[in-house]
């Protein structure tokens, strides 16, 4: 089954305890992002990959770090966590060509508190 | 980059009416503009999309319509049922050459059996 998987899907932490959330595809996607959600504020993207070793930045990267060693795996990396990242995040990917819209998959979801 | 609007935030129907959500984007460039459903508790699903070298598109009771010129989009849900009850999210493509979707901050559509 095609699909985007993340993990952890629940996660309780505390300030300044790094953690590591995963995201893979099995899609073969070259493009791969990761948004939080937040009430009122949409879906904001945080950072997103072109290609394999390809990342930047998206709207609101401050805080979190990415990596895409691998074309179905893109992690996100909260170094030192703080409340105002207690939000939903989630991945999606989507097939290229660049700028053609194609439908972008997304992943379940990571709820995240961080107290 | 983009900026995408979306109006209103919330909205109520009658079972059966129809329901309008509209979105503004300020890019003249992007030239897709898909919308999502989100369910409570589950992700965001793809429900329809339009390019820009078209005015409207229509698939069952759901319909999207571009406005170019004046860079507004709408989303048009007939004959409303309850499980179209959910969060719906416009967004735009940027088009940087990246493939960045610029979402707008959704709808919550309720609707009353």
């Known amino acids: 089954e095609a699909q985007v998987t993340q993990n952890p899907r629940y996660l309780i932490t505390v300030t300044g305890k790094k953690l590591t959330v995963t995201c893979s595809q099995n899609?073969?996607?070259?493009?791969m992002s990761w948004y939080r959600q937040d009430p009122g504020l949409g879906l904001r993207q945080i950072y997103y990959?072109?290609?394999?070793?390809?990342?930047d930045k998206g709207d609101v990267p401050e805080g979190y770090k990415v990596s895409r060693k691998e074309k179905r795996n893109f992690p996100l990396i909260l170094e030192s966590p703080s409340p105002n990242q207690t939000s939903l995040y989630f991945c999606?990917?989507?097939?290229?060509?660049?700028?053609?819209?194609?439908?972008?998959?997304f992943g379940p979801g990571t709820r995240l508190t961080v107290l | 980059g983009e900026n995408v609007e979306q109006h209103p935030s919330t909205l109520s129907v009658q079972e059966g009416d129809s329901a309008v959500i509209k979105c503004t984007y300020s890019?003249?460039?992007?030239?897709?503009f898909p919308w999502y459903k989100q369910e409570l508790g589950k992700r965001p699903q793809l429900i329809i999309d339009i390019r820009s070298n078209v005015g409207e598109k229509k698939d069952q009771r759901i319909a999207v319509t571009l406005n170019k010129t004046a860079k507004h989009f709408s989303l048009h849900i007939t004959e409303t049922q309850p499980e179209d009850s959910a969060v719906y999210f416009c967004a735009a493509l940027d088009q940087t050459g990246a493939n960045n979707l610029f979402f707008g901050t959704g709808t919550r559509l309720t609707v009353i059996p």
């Open positions: 890019d003249s460039a992007s030239n897709y």
């Open positions: 990959s072109m290609n394999v070793e390809v990342t």
């Open positions: 899609m073969n996607h070259e493009y």
């Open positions: 999606a990917s989507s097939s290229q060509p660049t700028g053609q819209g194609y439908e972008q998959f």
